[in-house]
């Protein structure tokens, strides 16, 4: 197990370096009004190019590097350009992270609360109206861009129950749309890989021994199907919180919630590239903390996967 | 007893010559006993049209694709990125609801609604169609090495392993953020991210079957790697690639909103789903406007749902466990 777990942590780590490598070196091709912010207008080329050598544009990429890491181990992100001028994007990050990470996991842990019993009892009425219902509503999800059922929701059901269109902290009501919204897609998506796996399960030859036996129907779904079809679906907790990161960045645009989602759009939109640049860092260490989190969960879950190299099987 | 003396006694009425003549070996009556009119490709259709909604909009698609190709070409169709000039007024006609004139209504600079939501279809079901080629291509390709070659197995699967780590959406907005906006650079985007999990999952499945008899055997009697990948694998492959294939389309136009809302998209004068949508949600807050919004969430959301369906309903036919 601990073979296991350093193998994958390690793994983790070195993808982090290499992402992050690819994106610093990607950033330096972008133009470069992004680091001179209003103030590239009153410059002379002379003043914009001795500025950007001040900035350490000038330097070999490898020197660059150099410098990004050893200020990244220093918790340095660089400072922000035109979304704040002169303010640390670490200060700008840390005042909105907590938003995301709180929206982000309220919805994945909807979605589960959700999604997890519909796939189970879809499953059950497999064929009937319920199963269908459920289908249609797991087709329009998936197959529909978000942004656009996320825009009719907030346009319509707001008007429906009432419910204030933008997000206010102090009041809990308005934090209502934003959460559901979120959840919508992970929970179209728990439902369909629970009933899928249930389905699947139910097929197998030890239940119709089960059912022969005289296994009371409560008993089979609870003791055996269902803990079996469990099993598969720790590994979709993982796509679930990036699918979030997505979510995330319409739904806290929409509704105006001052997260890293919202963030990030402002950001991009005023070409602010140190922001961009610390974002994507965040976003892609998250998604990697979700992803070994999920290698994790599932790990723990099925006990054939402990059995690396390093034990031997008993 | 009285039934076998019967038959004795018709037994010289029933014989004749024929019967004693030696059977000639026939190489033609011979192949047909081993033959049997089943036909794959037969037998996929055949269950595909079991599924009437799946055909109902099969039928849709190939209508909304063939309109929107001859669109432009129709009698009364007005350019999809003109400014109409109000006649009476004399400035732009903006925000028209939808009458005889303007079938869709105007947006908020007077251009013609109805020609820009099919504009726009053609440019989103464009970008969809060539990511989606693309991805089949570099992914079967990339996905056949992968499977098949021992040597490229644990470069390739490293790769992966980091690949697969990053957030795909993070790349959509890294590239386009870098790149400058336009089509090429959309389909760009969405390519570099797109064929991962084709790969992996062509991989798996050449994994699967690549050590099959029938592939050893075909190894052994010095088959060239190209010919089993192209001849004895790929083949099997066919429906589950076109699954895929049918629901990159959806995911691609997807994308592509996803790109234009948060401010990577297409440029204005180049209408497409996305930018329509964006351009209608601005809008959002007056409900006399709203119908700028609707229509092309509605096209849009017939489309991608359609190839969704198509796809998933193509996958179970060319499956031929559901073939009689």
């Not at chain 1, 091709?29 to 000038?58: C, D, F, H, I, S």
């Not at chain 1, 200020?71 to 660089?78: A, I, N, R």
């Amino acid at each position: 197990m601990l073979w296991y777990l350093g193998k994958r942590l390690l793994q983790s780590v070195v993808t982090l370096f290499i992402i992050v490598t690819i994106v610093f070196s990607l950033l330096r091709l972008m133009p470069e009004e992004g680091y001179l912010g209003a103030a590239a207008e009153k410059m002379t080329p002379e003043q914009q190019e001795v500025y950007l050598t001040n900035l350490g544009l000038r330097d070999p990429l490898i020197v660059q590097l150099g410098h990004f890491y050893g200020d990244l181990l220093q918790g340095d992100l660089g400072t922000s350009v035109t979304y704040r001028t002169d303010v640390p994007v670490k200060t700008i990050i840390a005042e909105k992270i907590m938003y995301s990470i709180l929206f982000g996991l309220g919805a994945v842990a909807l979605s589960l609360l959700v999604g997890v019993p519909l796939g189970i009892l879809m499953a059950q009425m497999k064929g009937r109206w319920l199963d269908r219902l459920g289908t249609g509503y797991i087709v329009f999800v998936v197959a529909v861009p978000a942004a656009v059922y996320y825009i009719f929701i907030q346009m319509y059901v707001t008007d429906l129950f009432n419910l204030p269109m933008l997000f206010d902290e102090y009041n809990p009501v308005s934090w209502l749309l934003p959460l559901t919204s979120m959840a919508l897609a992970p929970t179209a998506s728990y439902a369909m890989w629970m009933r899928r796996y249930m389905v699947d399960e139910l097929n197998k030859d030890y239940i119709k021994l089960a059912r022969a036996k005289g296994v009371k129907e409560r008993t089979l779904m609870f003791k055996h199907v269902m803990r079996n079809a469990f099993i598969p679906m720790a590994q979709y907790l993982p796509a679930t919180i990036l699918f979030t990161i997505t979510g995330s960045i319409y739904i806290e645009s929409l509704y105006s919630i001052p997260g890293m989602g919202g963030l990030l759009v402002d950001a991009i939109q005023r070409q602010d590239n140190s922001v961009v640049q610390g974002l994507v860092l965040i976003f892609s260490s998250l998604g990697i903390i979700g992803l070994f989190l999920g290698d994790l969960a599932m790990a723990l879950v099925d006990p054939r996967i402990k059995l690396g190299k390093g034990e031997s099987v008993r | 007893m009285g039934l076998y003396s019967e038959e004795i006694t018709n037994i010289s009425e029933k014989s004749n010559e024929k019967l004693f003549e030696f059977a000639v070996v026939d190489e033609k009556k011979a192949e047909e006993t081993g033959y049997s009119n089943y036909s794959y490709w037969r037998s996929t259709w055949k269950s595909f049209l079991k599924n009437r909604l799946a055909v109902f909009l099969l039928i849709l698609v190939c209508t909304i694709v063939a309109f929107v190709i001859i669109q432009p070409y129709l009698p009364y169709q007005k350019s999809p990125t003109e400014i109409y000039i109000d006649e009476q007024t004399s400035s732009q006609a903006r925000n028209i609801a939808p009458n005889s004139e303007f079938w869709f209504g105007t947006n908020s600079i007077g251009q013609d609604l109805w020609s820009r939501i099919w504009a726009g279809t053609r440019t989103s079901l464009f970008i969809g169609f060539v990511v989606a080629l693309v991805e089949v291509i570099v992914g079967i390709t990339i996905g056949a090495l992968w499977g098949f070659s021992r040597k490229l197995e644990t470069p390739i699967t490293q790769a992966y392993n980091i690949v697969e780590n990053i957030p795909t959406t993070i790349v959509l907005i890294l590239m386009s953020y870098i790149l400058r906006p336009s089509i090429s650079t959309i389909i760009i985007a969405m390519c570099i991210t797109g064929w991962v999990e084709m790969a992996r999952f062509i991989r798996n499945q050449i994994v699967i079957l690549r050590d099959r008899e029938y592939n050893l055997a075909s190894k052994c009697l010095g088959t060239p790697s190209y010919r089993i990948i192209l001849k004895n694998l790929l083949p099997y492959l066919i429906s589950v690639i076109m699954l895929r294939m049918s629901l990159a389309i959806p995911f691609a136009i997807g994308a592509e909103v996803f790109l234009t809302y948060i401010g990577l998209g297409l440029p204005i004068s180049e209408p497409s789903l996305g930018n329509l949508i964006n351009e209608g949600r601005v809008l959002m807050m007056s409900p006399d406007l709203r119908y700028q919004l609707i229509f092309p969430s509605i096209v849009l959301s017939i489309i991608t749902i359609s190839f969704y369906i198509i796809g998933n309903a193509f996958a179970d036919a060319a499956d031929p466990k559901n073939h009689v």
